[in-house]
DNA sequence: GCCGTTTTCGGCCCGACTGTTTTCAGTCG
């Protein structure tokens, strides 16, 4: 069984947990898990490289300690400093964690003073009023663990980033009407554009004795006031998405933008560099001594520790400060520079409109073209093409660009894979198309060995031109399908094929470590939506915000190119 | 446990709010 960076990653979170209830030093506790966000974030196995005898101790954050460590679970499927930790205190103590307002120390006294190892203990303790009378709880914190009971069945967890821009849209529009308030602004991952929120961090610049925390708590959406003071604000909506406000002064906007947009892990070593060069960073701003030195604008702060401005979607402590420092910074892809949609589906298949309605709506979004791209006869319940039908629909084409100006229909399919790596079309019939999205959408669960050699045979066909969502995950539904992403786009580079990034709300796939892994390699990448109908194409904003994430340029990006420059790019 | 443009030892980001407190620890982001 192959240890995946995921693994390596959970044992350290779930030692740094145990370390951290058992009272360690939180610095000791703090490298375990900045250890375990770098491996898992790491592009590259560290399974592989151990098993390449590459050193370890590159990795920021890991040292000679953890590399040993690192290594013994690579080889051994597991951590023995973690199975001695588990003997000393149960790991259901992880669990209780969880439960808000609880942290180590106070898990800890649960523990020791009245024997409290899970959930059901601690559910069992509360109802029966014993932990009010515990020294440092009260009665406050006893309902506070009821609470989080009852609301456990509801608790939305992260929320997709579509659905947290639904929400922030509304919100935002209404403390804006509210009189006296500046400025309002989203921060958090929300700005960050995470493919998933786990809250809402919203910024309020307003005039003195504005009344914006009593409207929050008033807003119809609001069921639960978690807490509520001058400058900051915490409430929960219908939907589980916990909301915090804060007030912050104008001369401090730059600063508090920065400190709540994050990430944690940024903002860390952003402050690190300002406490090197005797400066003192929060979110009211850049400080040597008392005295204020920036923080009105984002590029002040930045500008205080001798960076560039970095955009929101870098901010991850995964390269872009050592960038800045070179200079090096990625000029990222926007919506402006995309030309046309290179997924898209009709009425043929299991679209909703026909192809000249999807034509001139994309011509509605300033495209250049977009790709239709219906499903092949393997998926019969959605009427997909074979052969046939597919030589007069082109011909349907070649009508329908003579007649329409402005926007050109590419001749495509989005052809399935099938279990052996072949496509589910003849060559023939693949040979007249201008391009082609080849997808999985059957046999998820080969192993990875399989699933990328299967991957691999596919692109072997000299029509292969585009890997449909490359994972195949479906947020909050369906796990990515097992593959070694490291040959994958090995191959893809060998043969010129491109790996596409689904713009689609719901699968954002390729995801951003690995679109830059693909730009690292040299492969390029098509963002396209997957549109089902005219109303997917906007999809096109979450897409780019994906590859913004994963360090994407334009150059990177093929459907930023003409038709004339697209053609070039693809390997026929 | 990591790390080094003052350091191989002694630092390690920082502040608001709450609840349980008589001055602050714990939690959270």
């Not at 070694?484 to 719901?506: F, T, V």
Request: proline share 3%; net charge neutral.
């Amino acid at each position: 069984m192959p240890v995946h960076n995921s693994d390596v990653a959970d044992i350290f979170n779930e030692l740094a947990d145990l370390l951290e209830i058992g009272g360690a030093n939180q610095f000791r506790v703090r490298a375990y898990r900045t250890a375990a966000r770098v491996v898992g974030d790491h592009p590259h196995s560290v399974a592989m490289m151990v098993e390449r005898g590459e050193n370890l101790t590159e990795l920021p954050g890991v040292g000679k300690d953890l590399a040993g460590k690192i290594e013994e679970i690579v080889r051994t499927g597991s951590l023995s400093q973690l199975a001695e930790e588990e003997r000393r205190l149960p790991s259901g103590l992880r669990q209780l964690m969880k439960v808000a307002g609880l942290g180590p120390k106070r898990v800890y006294a649960l523990h020791k003073e009245l024997g409290i190892n899970t959930i059901e203990d601690l559910k069992k303790a509360a109802l029966e009023g014993r932990i009010s009378s515990l020294r440092g709880f009260g009665r406050k914190t006893e309902q506070m663990v009821i609470e989080e009971f009852s609301r456990r069945t509801g608790g939305a967890g992260r929320v997709r980033l579509q659905v947290a821009e639904e929400v922030a849209t509304a919100l935002v529009g209404y403390l804006r009407a509210i009189e006296g308030v500046r400025r309002v602004e989203v921060a958090g991952s929300y700005r960050r554009k995470k493919e998933t929120i786990g809250d809402l961090d919203v910024l309020v610049v307003c005039a003195p004795g504005c009344s914006v925390m009593d409207r929050l708590v008033t807003y119809v959406d609001v069921t639960k006031v978690l807490s509520k003071g001058i400058t900051k604000s915490s409430v929960l909506f219908r939907s589980g998405i916990q909301v915090d406000v804060r007030v912050v002064p104008e001369e401090s906007y730059g600063a508090a933008l920065h400190y709540f947009t994050g990430s944690k892990a940024h903002n860390i070593a952003i402050r690190l560099m300002g406490v090197k060069k005797g400066l003192k960073i929060n979110e009211y701003g850049v400080f040597r001594g008392r005295r204020s030195i920036a923080g009105r604008t984002e590029e002040e702060v930045y500008a205080s520790v001798g960076l560039p401005y970095i955009e929101p979607e870098l901010r991850e402590n995964l390269g872009e400060i050592e960038a800045a420092l070179k200079g090096a910074l990625p000029d990222l892809v926007t919506l402006d520079d995309i030309r046309g949609d290179l997924h898209v589906h009709t009425k043929e298949t299991d679209g909703r409109h026909t192809m000249r309605e999807m034509a001139e709506a994309a011509k509605e979004m300033g495209y250049a073209y977009i790709a239709v791209t219906d499903h092949s006869k393997r998926l019969a319940m959605v009427h997909g093409f074979d052969e046939r039908r597919l030589a007069k629909r082109n011909d349907e084409i070649e009508r329908l660009n003579e007649e329409l100006s402005g926007i050109r229909l590419l001749k495509s399919i989005e052809v399935d894979i099938l279990e052996d790596g072949s496509l589910d079309l003849a060559d023939w019939a693949l040979k007249e198309l201008d391009l082609t999205v080849c997808s999985i959408h059957s046999r998820l669960n080969l192993s990875r060995e399989k699933q990328t050699e299967r991957l691999i045979r596919a692109m072997d066909n000299p029509y292969f031109s585009i890997l449909g969502h490359p994972s195949g995950r479906l947020l909050d539904a369906r796990s990515p399908y097992e593959v070694d992403m490291e040959r994958l786009l090995d191959a893809a580079k060998q043969r010129g094929c491109i790996l596409e990034l689904n713009g689609h709300p719901d699968r954002l796939d390729l995801v951003d470590i690995n679109c830059k892994m693909a730009k690292d390699l040299g492969v390029k990448i098509s963002v396209s939506t997957d549109a089902h109908s005219k109303s997917d194409y906007p999809f096109m904003r979450f897409g780019v915000a994906q590859a913004r994430r994963g360090w994407l340029e334009k150059a990177d990006v093929v459907n930023t190119l003409s038709w004339s420059g697209l053609k070039k790019v693809l390997k026929r």
